[in-house]
């Protein structure tokens, strides 16, 4: 599988923005989908992932009420939509994909990951 992330940018506080992960091959409705992000000077940290399906979603406690997270397996998409944006919301974020059906927070359980997204929020 590859993971192609895109709609990063620069966003106002209290702003919005809408992430999408194309995924090439015939076997994305397998994966789990999960979304991850880098800020300058420190480690990659979950946002948010989903089932196989899309019937199942978990967040991390930071992002949770403000970004959705959702799929299209007929396009093989994975968005991230993100409101409410706050100036800690600013890093790289990347879309992986896991074999593992349900959705993780772990990073050693994605097995295929995107190039990563700039997201930048002002104040």
């Known amino acids: 599988v590859q993971l192609q992330a895109s709609g990063g940018g620069l966003a106002q506080a209290g702003g919005s923005l809408r992430l999408s992960c194309a995924a090439s091959?015939?076997?994305?409705?397998?994966?789990?989908m999960g979304w991850f992000r880098q800020a300058p000077g420190k480690e990659r940290e979950f946002v948010a992932a989903?089932?196989?399906?899309?019937?199942?979603?978990y967040y991390a406690d930071s992002v949770k009420g403000r970004f959705t997270i959702s799929r299209d397996n007929a396009k093989n998409t994975v968005n991230l939509q993100m409101n409410s944006l706050k100036r800690e919301d600013t890093a790289v974020y990347y879309c992986?994909?896991?074999?593992?059906?349900?959705?993780?927070?772990?990073?050693?359980?994605?097995?295929?990951w995107g190039q990563g997204t700039q997201v930048t929020v002002s104040s």
């Open positions: 091959g015939r076997t994305f409705r397998s994966y789990a």
């Open positions: 989903i089932s196989w399906g899309g019937g199942s979603t």
């Open positions: 992986a994909a896991s074999r593992i059906a349900s959705p993780s927070g772990i990073e050693v359980s994605y097995d295929y």
